[in-house]
């Protein structure tokens, strides 16, 4: 018997083991752990109240700097 037949009879023998051991942990915590549904906050609409254009001190300013 060789030594490389072993090793994989372990290695999937460890997987095994590791696959139905993991299913078991979900099956066991499952009817522990149930969702509820996440209530969304109602958005209220509120439209921004826009003034328009607005001719400033400030706008002068950039008009009369970005004259060419």
Known sequence: MSTQ???SR??????ITS??????AIAATSGLVQASPIEKPVK???KPVSKGYQRTEH?????????F
Not at 19 to 24: H, I, L, Q, S, T
Not at 59 to 67: F, G, I, R
Request: hydrophobic share 30%; glycine share 12%.
């Open 5 to 7: 037949s072993s090793r």
């Open 10 to 15: 372990r290695d999937f023998l460890q997987k």
């Open 19 to 24: 696959v139905v051991g993991g299913g078991a």
């Open 44 to 46: 209220r609409e509120e």
């Open 59 to 67: 706008v002068d300013t950039y008009y009369h700097l970005a004259d």
